[in-house]
Nanobody
């Protein structure tokens, strides 16, 4: 069982920045077996979530095309926390963001654990 909890959502103007945080319960021994990352609710289908960024040990950090060059994924293992720094945001980034964890298979992941979500609104 992995528990996750997001924070840091809110409103921001287009072109601005926002950093999301997520605290998780994976310990050091289990961390290498799991992926950790960020998803967001697809605005066209509220039952569908799309990958934003995630990390799997020994693999390049994944970024969705919309996130490349704008969003930065990072982790602080001492604090059991992952971050998503969002720069140059635009109105299309407005949605619910979730952190997630799942067992690692090579450089892919079985996403089985989810936070409750945090809302991001980009508007002038």
């Amino acid at each position: 069982q992995v528990q996750l909890e997001e924070s840091g959502g809110g409103s921001v103007q287009p072109g601005g920045s926002l950093t999301l945080s997520c605290v998780h319960t994976l310990d050091a021994d289990n961390r290498s077996r799991y992926c950790l990352g960020w998803f967001r609710q697809a605005p066209w289908n509220r039952r569908e979530r799309e990958k934003v960024a995630y990390a799997a040990s020994g693999c390049p950090t994944y970024y969705g095309e919309f996130a490349k060059g704008r969003f930065t994924y990072s982790q602080d293992n001492d604090k059991n926390t992952l971050y998503l720094k969002m720069d140059k945001v635009n109105p299309g980034d407005t949605t619910e963001y979730y952190c997630a964890a799942g067992l690692k298979y090579g450089c892919t992941c079985a996403w089985n654990y989810w936070g409750q979500g945090t809302q991001v609104v980009v508007s002038s």
